[in-house]
């Protein structure tokens, strides 16, 4: 499972690319918003730190203004996937990006039908957000399972993508269920790297270390 960081925040990008455990990004308008800098520059700059699939979310409604700001979003850069936002006109709006090369996010899915219509479209991505279905009382992994069976019965070429990660066990259980990708905001990255045995491991080793000399 590749591993994205679903973030604007640049130093968070940077701190996660350094350790290279980070093959993407996704970023979202309330994500952008939350950092106070132009859509298009932090994008570019997140390019430059990340090489790899970013995805910059268009905002417009039919589907033809979609494709025209899908078409100018994906100028940005060639690693910049067009996020879309799951409606009858974002479908459309897919399907005609993807016909000219364009690659695609479909976002805001909630279940395995949707993520059917979005691969019909010719969706790269599929981004079922886990965290929001549990919130609403069902099992956001069951739809991430459905999904990804779907695509692997039929040899689909999309590429599910756990999305709305809130905690570690989510990235675990995205795995098994065999997500092709994981968004993680970075504050579950970060609690990745740790557990408390291997914390009390080092303090351990290191007080026994400082008993000899150092090579
Ligand atoms: C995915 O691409 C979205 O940016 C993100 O995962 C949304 O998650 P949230 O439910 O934490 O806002």
């Known amino acids: 499972m590749r591993i994205f960081l679903d973030t604007a925040n640049i ?6 690319a350094a350790m290279g455990v980070v093959d993407g990004v996704t970023t979202n308008p309330s994500l952008v918003a939350a950092e106070g800098v132009e859509y298009r520059d932090r994008v570019l700059e997140i390019c430059d730190v ?6 910059a979310e268009t905002i417009s409604e039919t589907a033809d203004e979609i494709v025209e700001e899908g078409r100018r979003i994906a100028s940005w850069h060639e690693n910049v996937v067009v996020k879309v936002a799951m409606s009858e006109a974002g479908l459309a709006a897919i399907s005609r ?13 909630f279940s395995a039908n949707q993520a059917l219509l979005a691969t019909r479209a010719g969706a790269t991505l599929i981004s079922p957000f886990i965290g929001r279905i549990d919130d609403a009382g069902q099992d ?8 990804v069976q779907i695509m692997e019965t039929y040899h689909l070429p999309s590429q599910i993508l756990a999305a709305s990660v809130r905690h570690t066990r989510h990235v ?33 080793f290191l007080a026994d270390a400082a008993k000899y000399t150092p090579v």
């Open 97 to 109: 990006l993807s016909a000219e090369g364009i690659s695609t996010n479909c976002t805001l899915v």
């Open 11 to 16: 130093d968070d990008i940077r701190r996660g």
């Open 50 to 55: 990340v090489d790899g699939p970013i995805s």
């Open 140 to 147: 956001g992994m069951e739809v991430v399972r459905e999904s």
């Open 172 to 204: 675990t259980e995205a795995a098994i269920a065999g997500a092709h990708i994981a968004t993680l905001p970075p504050k579950v990255l970060f609690q990745l790297i740790h557990h408390p045995l291997t914390d009390v491991g080092i303090q351990r």
